[in-house]
């Protein structure tokens, strides 16, 4: 009688480990994921044939943003090999990332992994960091002969910038170019001439709004950046 039970325990034992193994008796991984930092749609990643659309979540109280996490729809196999990457990339920063975002593989505290085989380790983890992109803040000088000038945006200051120099370093009043600290997408920008040259008076204009202020929006980032910033000096 406790033979008969034994083995009935056994045949039991075999059935649940099979049917959690998955098809053919192989063990099967769920593909977890986690995506920080998405505030625009648009991301779509892939992995064995399969497809998740990343939604940007409502931002917390604080203005902080959640994290978005999911697992695929189907569970692969051991031994099946996986690469989570952006729908339709082939290079590292393309395939159907967020408007105006890049998103890479890792975290601050993970490493960049996003592939691999099932089985390697206990569970599939993969971690997606994704920021917005920014954009050159770039301009010229012009007329500019004595030293001291200084232009910044907010409390990005550039270095000072010196006039050009002839073959007999004198200044020739020749056009000098700047550029400032590139500026995230949907960031105001307000450049200014923090420190006059000495001897000169430099008036700015340009950006979005003609005064060097402005926003970093869709048609600067179409232009690559604000490039139109112009100070001259008399």
Same mark, same amino acid.
Request: hydrophobic letters at 35%; charged letters at 10%.
């Given at each position: ?16 480990? *099979? ?40 931002? /917390? =109280? ?7 996490? &999911?697992? &695929? ?35 601050? /505290? ?38 001291? %000038? ?5 409390? /990005? ?7 050009? %120099? ?11 170019? &700047? ?6 997408? =949907? ?6 001439i923090v420190t ?11 950006? =979005? ?7 970093m929006d869709d *048609? ?7 490039? /139109? *910033? ?5």
């Amino acid at each position: 009688m406790k033979s008969s039970l034994a083995r009935t325990a056994l045949a039991l034992a075999a059935t649940v480990t *099979l049917a959690s193994c998955g098809a053919g008796g192989k063990a099967t991984f769920p593909v977890n994921v986690t995506v920080l930092g998405v505030v625009y749609p648009g991301l779509v990643l892939t992995t064995n044939g399969m497809d998740h659309a990343v939604t940007p979540p409502a931002k /917390n =109280a604080d203005g902080t943003i959640p994290n978005v996490a &999911f697992a &695929f729809p189907k569970e692969i196999e051991y031994g099946e090999v996986y690469d989570v990457v952006p729908k339709g990339q082939s290079t590292t920063y393309d395939g159907q990332l967020p408007a105006h975002q890049d998103c890479q593989a890792g975290s601050t /505290n993970v490493p960049a992994v996003k592939s691999g085989t099932a089985g390697q380790l206990a569970k599939i983890d993969i971690y997606y960091t994704c920021s917005i992109r920014s954009y050159a803040l770039n301009g010229k000088v012009l007329g500019l002969t004595t030293t001291g %000038l200084v232009i910044g945006n907010g409390s /990005n200051s550039s270095a000072p910038i010196a006039p050009t %120099l002839d073959t007999n370093n004198k200044p020739t009043g020749a056009e000098v170019g &700047f550029a400032l600290s590139p500026v995230p997408y =949907a960031t105001t920008y307000g450049v200014k001439i923090v420190t006059q040259p000495t001897g000169q008076t430099c008036t700015l204009t340009g950006g =979005a709004n003609g005064n060097g202020a402005g926003t970093m929006d869709d *048609l600067a980032e179409t232009a690559g950046g604000v490039t /139109n *910033l112009v100070v001259t000096c008399k």
